[in-house]
Nanobody, 122 residues
Framework: VQLQASGGGPVQPGGSLRLSCAAS????????IGWFRQAPGKEREWVSQ????????RYANTVKGRFTISRDNAKNTVYLQMNSLKPEDTAVYYC????????????????WGQGTQVTVSS
């Protein structure tokens, strides 16, 4: 059972990136997925989530209107489309899977990807 986060990198302010969270060993469509991020010296914070039951989505106020979470069950992958990126979005981004309902609490997730670095800078 493994989650693989990818798609990070350097980007200029105002730019876009799409992060991917691919699963192996289990099917993501029956799991709630959360994206979290952690900037240097800061706590890991919840960014977004998508439910397993109806694909309903939620976003942190800091990213609402700029980020979009979605899933592609055929590819067993969840995406985080990030637009209008700001320097304060710089962090390591992690995806996590939970076999029950969605949660904004990192410790309640069962599986974690290894993280992908996003750096927003001019």
């Amino acid at each position: 059972v493994q989650l693989q986060a990818s798609g990070g990198g350097p980007v200029q302010p105002g730019g876009s990136l799409r992060l991917s969270c691919a699963a192996s060993g289990f099917t993501l469509d029956s799991y709630a997925i959360g994206w979290f991020r952690q900037a240097p010296g800061k706590e890991r914070e919840w960014v977004s989530q998508i439910s397993a039951s109806d694909d309903s989505t939620r976003y942190a106020n800091t990213v609402k209107g700029r980020f979009t979470i979605s899933r592609d069950n055929a590819k067993n992958t969840v995406y985080l489309q990030m637009n209008s990126l700001k320097p304060e979005d710089t962090a390591v981004y992690y995806c996590a899977a939970r076999s029950t309902v969605v949660s904004r609490v990192a410790s309640e997730y069962d599986y974690w990807g290894q993280g992908t670095q996003v750096t927003v800078s001019s």
